[in-house]
């Protein structure tokens, strides 16, 4: 195989050059980070390398201490980060570095205005990545060999972030990865030791792996043992320095603690470093909400170091996105992703657990049905409960963030956690009729303290929208009575609902649904009336139903409403019409349940209608009565011509 076969200039996916751009103008402040993100990547790559060696440690090509290298050259302008992890060959160079390759991204892209401003902060949420060394550089070089693999399998990667890349084959003696970053003219400042040590222990002290770097110090000495004694802990190494420290010295030195943060005492970590570590194990470019470190020591041992983010990922939503909670083994990294440690309806947690009682050559397979992993991840979970309970109780305003940003993944736990229902609808936040505000902050044990001390039921309605759900004519009555509905207006509350029968001893009633029934909320004479009307409307009421003949199920006079004329209501056990149109978007044939009409007996066209003979007119307006029920509640009316004509014709 020749080199010049082998090289090739191809071309960024155009979401990779827009997203380029973005960051170079929206980092621009923070451009030092483009050290803590190829240090994140180069520990990462360590990681791998220490997990595959287990199996095999001929990987480690003789060279078992695993390390990352930060050097700098003055004279060429680069600076260079290089770690002996595990390595990239060409197909996965082609398919890490020069696409992004999670789904997500295109609608990520859309919802950029095109304004760098605005869309700066947009970035964090995508995270940040390889993609910021162009930040500081106007040429990144990529040498890369997967370890195990042959010499001459090595790849050269180069670009100028302006769209294009070159990819190469070439001879690479050691494994592992080495970013050079040529820097752009006027970001001289990285090319200083301090500068870069002092970012490395601001941003990546607590990577786990030692971060070396090369001292090439020529200053005087006794300026650069005031250097040196002002900011390394690292004595013992220091004094051995000093009798040398007359001739100019090269030597590696680490520059970082290159321990595990979570195994280290609580009392002596400080937010920042919390901070920082979770931008690190969670690819974040924010801070997070909240973090919970504890070490649990029962039956089993293991450490929980988890976070809970402010914003959603991108891809949330995307099944296959890689990074969860992290599983470690005795400090040895072991997997990301791995859903028997966290639920689905929780994925938005990051963060580690480290145990002692897992094998470390543990896989997928063992990880499924294995009693261990049960009791570790039902004690995660009750922790990760916990901490959502507290900011709950504490700190309203932070749990209303992040119930903003994750309720709609938190509601899938009362379908798929049948264990922690109850707990989890304490943490249920709604909108409701008692403020009509879109905003999502009542929680049930609200809603009950309100209730009406004859009230037995939580009501509930469900609309595509929350305007629609507010606006529903079918909330009339139980304004009028001041009573409060919970409204829903999320994809997930259909089902969710389905799933939530009761809480603490009061079950959900849609309002919707079935015969309204206030049960105690009824006097007697209201429910004396009510049959005095439908005697008196029994007639009319069978006249509209033989006008629309098979249209609907039934029609019946109502007590729902105040207003309205009309609204259309679902058998107790009917799919509700919300529920229906999803299925339908989503393109599933379904028969469609008839709906039942009910007529507001006190409303002037229901007493028009009982003045009118049969007839086209009579026709009219009893197929008017039942489209304007069904545009109400956000339906389609299946014959809108048809609608238009009867409706002209009154006019
Ligand atoms: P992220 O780290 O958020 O996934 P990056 O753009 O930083 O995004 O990196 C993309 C991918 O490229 C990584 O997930 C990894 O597979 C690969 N990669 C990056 N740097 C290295 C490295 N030093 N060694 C091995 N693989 C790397």
């Given at each position: ?107 990520f892209m859309q919802s950029l205005s095109g304004e760098q401003v605005k869309d700066a902060h947009l970035i964090g949420q995508f995270g940040v990545g390889f993609y910021s060394a162009f930040v500081v550089a106007d040429k990144v070089t990529l040498l890369t060999r997967r370890a195990g693999d042959p010499v001459d399998a090595g790849v050269r990667w180069e670009s100028a972030g302006d769209g294009e890349y070159t990819l190469e ?483």
């Amino acid at each position: 195989m020749s080199d010049t076969t082998q090289k090739e200039t191809r071309a960024f996916q155009t979401e990779v050059r827009q997203l380029l751009d973005l960051m170079i103008h929206s980092l621009y402040s923070n451009k030092e980070i483009f050290l803590r993100e190829l240090i994140s990547n180069a520990s990462d790559a360590a990681d791998k390398l220490r997990f595959a060696a287990l199996a095999n440690d001929a990987l480690y090509e003789g060279d078992p201490n695993l390390e990352i290298r930060v050097v700098f050259d003055s004279e060429a302008r680069t600076v260079t980060v290089s770690d002996n992890g595990i390595g990239m060959n060409r197909e996965e160079v082609m398919a890490n570095i020069g696409t992004i390759a999670q789904s997500g991204t295109k609608e990520f892209m859309q919802s950029l205005s095109g304004e760098q401003v605005k869309d700066a902060h947009l970035i964090g949420q995508f995270g940040v990545g390889f993609y910021s060394a162009f930040v500081v550089a106007d040429k990144v070089t990529l040498l890369t060999r997967r370890a195990g693999d042959p010499v001459d399998a090595g790849v050269r990667w180069e670009s100028a972030g302006d769209g294009e890349y070159t990819l190469e084959t070439v001879e690479q003696a050691a494994h592992g990865t080495s970013v050079i970053l040529h820097l752009r003219e006027d970001e001289k400042e990285f090319l200083d030791g301090w500068r870069l040590r002092s970012v490395i222990r601001k941003f990546s002290d607590h990577v786990s792996w030692p971060i070396m770097m090369l001292t090439k110090e020529t200053a005087a000495p006794d300026e650069a043992e005031e250097k040196e004694a002002a900011t390394d802990e690292d004595k013992g190494e220091e004094s051995a320095d000093k009798a040398a420290a007359a001739e100019p010295v090269e030597k590696w030195e680490k520059v970082n603690r290159a321990s595990a943060l979570w195994t280290r005492p609580k009392s002596e970590i400080t937010e920042e470093e919390y901070t920082e570590f979770y931008k690190h194990v969670a690819h974040d470019f924010e801070e997070p909400l909240a973090h919970l470190h504890v070490r649990l020591e029962g039956k089993y041992e293991y450490t929980l170091l988890l976070y809970l983010p402010q914003r959603a990922p991108f891809d949330l939503w995307d099944r296959e996105r890689k990074h969860g909670v992290k599983l470690y083994v005795r400090r040895v990294f072991i997997m990301e992703g791995a859903e028997e440690l966290m639920p689905r309806y929780l994925r938005f947690v990051r963060g580690l657990i480290d145990t002692t009682d897992l094998p470390l050559n543990v896989s997928r397979e063992i990880l499924q049905k294995n009693q261990v992993v049960e009791a570790i991840r039902k004690g995660a979970v009750g922790k990760v409960y916990g901490l959502l309970e507290e900011l709950a109780e504490k700190e309203p305003e932070k749990y209303q963030t992040l119930w903003k940003t994750f309720g709609k993944v938190l509601k899938e736990g009362i379908i798929e956690d049948y264990a922690n229902k109850a707990r989890l609808a304490k943490l249920l936040r709604f909108a409701s009729t008692h403020t009509d505000a879109e905003a999502q902050t009542v929680s049930l044990a609200d809603y009950i303290a309100r209730m009406k001390p004859e009230q037995e039921k939580i009501y509930y309605v469900t609309g595509e929208t929350h305007v629609a759900a507010r606006k529903s004519p079918h909330l009339e009555i139980f304004r009028k009575k001041g009573l409060e509905v919970l409204l829903l207006s999320d994809r997930v509350d259909e089902w969710f609902v389905s799933h939530l029968h009761e809480f603490e001893g009061k079950s959900l009633q849609s309002v919707t649904k079935g015969d309204l029934d206030l049960g105690k909320l009824d006097d007697e004479e209201q429910k004396k009336d009510r049959e005095e009307t439908e005697n008196r409307f029994k007639d009319l009421v069978t006249r509209i139903k033989t006008a629309l003949g098979e249209t609907v199920k039934e029609v019946r006079t109502t007590h729902r409403l105040v207003d309205s004329p009309s609204c259309l209501v679902g058998g107790e056990y009917d799919m509700s019409a919300t529920m229906e149109r999803i299925l339908k978007d989503a393109g599933q044939e379904i028969p469609g349940a008839k709906r039942i009409l009910e007529v507001n007996p006190d409303h002037a066209l229901l007493l028009r209608l009982q003045a009118e003979t049969e007839g086209q007119r009579f026709d009219d307006l009893c197929h008017i009565l039942f489209n304007q029920a069904l545009l109400c509640e956000g339906g389609q009316i299946e014959d809108p011509a048809d609608f238009v004509r009867r409706l002209n014709n009154l006019l």
